[in-house]
């Protein structure tokens, strides 16, 4: 047996994002800025993709560039956008791409100051303006949560933001491609994404930049993307990821109901029997996305047990040799301690099926003699 349940760390490569990658990973090998033959059909794939990417997040073309991944984008976000404003305010339970891009900031004295979040991971949009008042900033919230799942609400951040003369990014590295994403209803101004997350390529993601927005580029270099993002694009992976995120928001609608039928499932097993567990999220969260507290377990002893039985899970907590680390997430919600080393992700994906669910319910229930 072979269950992947943990496409919120990756997913697999999709066949027809694989498929138009090919070409350009062998016989189109140019240079995209150079001006013959050989080299123009790679400059056309990197403007298609553009535009595919654009048109999946109801953005203009000329406000993509193309980035490394989520990481380079946060960092890009974070630390640029702080120049604009001195000011950065984020959430506490960030990806550490922000957070760690944040903590180098404070290391050359800018503050920053972390929201809390509620018990379901949300950031109270009251919170937000309130500490924006007289003194507008960088704000920086994830579009939806990495562990936990909770999905924010963009909108009224953005919109407050706004209102007090700042700027609003958003990590939408998990959001992309699985939730509908529409930058001119979100009103956001930057937006970073990740094409292994929504079954594309690693090592490559995009930035949409609102027009109008001037943050300075991140790498400097040639005069690659208009000179905001220099560097020899990876055109394979750029064409590759495209491909996965028109393909992701085609399914998209189905995906959902699927997945969330599968959640379904899976917590019919687990309440059918006598384990004590909480689940952690918001209602509304990334399809798909479960992550539950089990009192008096260790998350990593069952993500050690289900990979014996062929299973790949998550865990909300690490064992080094002298305690457990409880993850920044579930210490900001408020899970009792009880449960707090007892959690685990579970993610399904668009490889996994109802009997997937049903089976890594059981698997848990199993390894915990329940
Ligand atoms: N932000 C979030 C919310 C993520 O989940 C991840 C990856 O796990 C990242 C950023 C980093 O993205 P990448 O792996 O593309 O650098």
Known sequence: MHIYADNAATTKLDSDS???????????????????SLAVVCKKAINEARKTIAECINAEPEEI???SGGTEGDNW???????????????????HAVLNSCKSLEIKGVTVSYLPVNQKGLVIPEGLARLL?????????MSANNEIGTIEPIEELAHIAHKHNSIFHTDAVQAVGHIPIDVKALDV????????????PKGVGFQYIRRGVKI????????????????????????????????????MPAEIKRLQRMEKLFFDILSGSNLDYIRNGA???????????????????????????????????????TETQISHVIKS???????????????????NNDSDAMEVARAILRVLSL
């Open 333 to 351: 919600i408020g899970v009792p301690v009880e449960y707090s080393a007892g959690t685990i992700r579970v993610t399904f994906g668009r490889n």
């Open 216 to 251: 300075a580029p991140y790498i400097d270099g040639g005069a690659q993307q208009s000179g905001y993002r220099a560097g020899t694009e990876n055109v394979a992976g750029i064409v590759g990821m495209a491909t996965a995120l028109r393909k992701s928001c085609n399914l």
């Open 65 to 67: 560039y193309f980035t």
């Open 77 to 95: 976000a974070i630390k640029n956008g702080s120049a604009l404003y001195g000011n950065v305010l984020t959430s506490a339970i960030e990806h």
């Open 18 to 36: 694989f498929a138009s990658m090919e070409p350009f990973l062998r016989e189109e090998y140019g240079n995209p800025s150079q001006p013959y």
């Open 283 to 321: 209602e509304n969260h990334l399809p798909g996305s479960i992550n539950i507290s089990v009192r008096d377990a260790n998350g990593e002893m069952l993500l050690h047990r289900l990979d014996l039985m062929g299973i790949c899970i998550s865990t909300g907590s690490a064992c080094d040799s």
């Open 189 to 200: 101004d930057i937006l970073s994404a990740s094409g292994h997350k929504f079954y594309g």
């Open 133 to 141: 008042k007289n003194r507008p900033a960088l704000c920086s919230i």
